[in-house]
């Protein structure tokens, strides 16, 4: 009686955490749509259980594996949860094996992991000390033998059952989501594939796809949008234009101050003198290279496809090349390795004239001696060597910089740029992050410093923004503006635009942009009507209010304040930014272009995918 007390305890302690991780797993993190259908596979788990593993479990033998089965199963599931909490997708085999080098553990440790996660580890804790026979006194008898507490018979139609709810549940899932084809189905909406068939044919499906090759798809250009048509110059159509990619700057650090310090000074005062993107928003899909993806190449970032790594940079709309054939010599910059992202083979196919990289800036000649670090070189010394490879360059120029010294984990500062004023923050990840921050201020002050110095301000449009947020979530200090939304998805992130030429009047931009907005903005400032067809973003000149695609696995649709989810081609309002809720509906056209230009965001990187 106790022996079978006890495999019913441990068998009920392993199903419960099972069942507690697996639907987190498919409901809030894969996010399927059809959480009726889920139960109902959750309800077949319970009865394969009883019907299979509770019989065995008297066996130690069968306790460590199942126990060695819950730690993988824990495994998979905290990895996708940690992904999830930081991108706001579930981990694909596409991000697996498609990251780059970084101090993961710290990163993990000091930004994405909380103390409740722990509660994730408690059914393993409890099986654990079961399997050592603590508490239920399992292996202080012998080897129990394999009993079979079901009749043959009534094990047999358990099981017929089980089959039968599985394919029930399958098949009003298929028809609930349009009967759609698999491979169709995966490329268009993958929490509506795992609704249908679950997770392990999720992973399933999308190896073999990557060992099947590229699914056929024909790219179909959207319905003609709105974009910049001749175009009246704001400025000298021959002006340079230098762009900066500030890693990890908050639009909430805009005129921000922490016990009487801002935080970035001299950013508050660019504000105040420049064009301001006052609802602007990153692309930060799958790593920080979206920003420049989307910058670069007027498209939107799509999940699970690392595009500078994948595709062919060659075959997509470019920026550079437009300004490349108006005369202008291409120039990217970026402290970290050129191999970081594949930003080396992206950028020349791109069309830069030259990248210049790691190995291009002295470890020897800087500033500040800042510990080596994986980033590269400082941010100072990084525009300081910059600004003299600048300065004999053939003009006008088209400049693109990264920053990386507020990358987090926001170590990498000068240790006497620790500011007093922030000293009583008891978040010490807080703290680096205000640190980190301020020394990139410093650096940017001293970058713009420069070019006057230079001669080469009063002929350059800057465009400023950030790549992403820091994602910061404490008590004292958060990165995001907010939103009340009533499903988990990855909140847009709000960053800083700001767009300076001595010509340009300071002014607010009112209306809301993305990153993908960038190309035809400076094509239009500059008076260029090069604008390649395939630009998925539009002018922010413009005034009328356009949808912002964010495409995760669940595409995302930002218009006027509310957020809505493409979801099994329709659109469903989910929430709004915090006190801006409102009974808006996307216009019809306006719907049936933001779902048109998520079936080609999708369709192009599939299209044009590197042939090795």
Known sequence: MQVERDRVFFTGVF???????????????????????????????????????????????????????????????????????????????????????FNAVEVLVRHIIRPSDLLYLLDLLVMGLTIKGLGSGLNTRKEAPLPYILPGVRRSLLLLTVVGMLSLQAVVAHYRVGGRPATELFVDSTPAFASVYGLVPLYTFELYLRLAGTPEVRVQLPSEHPGAIDPEPLIDTYSNVIVIQVESLDKKLINYSYNGHEVVPFVNSLVETSLYGHNFYAQHVNGSFDADFSVLTGLY???????????????????????????????????????????????????????????????????????????????????RQSLQLLENTQEPFFAYFITVTSHTPFSFYPEEFAVDAFDKLNSEFVRDFFNSVYFVDYALQMFFQGLEERGLKDNTLIVMFSDHEAALETPEYSSSIGFEVNRNVKEPEHIPLIIRHPDIEQDTLTRTGTLTDLAPTILDILGLDEIDPEFMGTSLLQPAEQPVLFIHELPQILYRDQLFVAELNELTKIGHIEGRDASIDIPPEKERLALEKVRFSREVMLERRRVE
């Open 301 to 383: 970032p799509v999940n699970r496809h690392y595009s500078f790594r994948d595709n062919d940079m060659s075959r997509f709309p470019s920026l550079v090349r437009i300004l490349n054939q108006r005369g202008y010599r291409t120039l990217a910059f970026h402290g970290n390795d050129a191999e970081f992202f594949n930003r080396g083979v992206a950028y020349s196919e791109l069309g830069f004239d030259r990248f210049y990289s790691r190995p291009d800036f002295s470890m020897d000649d800087r500033t500040y001696r800042v510990e080596d670090s994986y980033l590269g070189i400082n941010d100072y010394d990084f525009f």
């Open 15 to 101: 199903v419960l955490g099972l069942l507690v991780k697996y639907n987190v797993l498919m409901l809030s993190i894969v996010g399927v749509p059809l959480p009726a259908t889920q139960l109902l596979r959750s309800a077949a788990v319970v009865m394969l259980v009883y019907a299979c593993l509770l019989p065995a479990t008297g066996r130690r033998s069968v306790r460590v594996g199942t126990y060695c089965g819950a730690v993988l199963f824990t495994v998979v599931f905290l990895a996708n949860l940690w992904y999830n909490r930081y991108f706001g997708n579930y981990l694909s085999l596409s991000e697996l094996t498609g990251g780059e080098s």
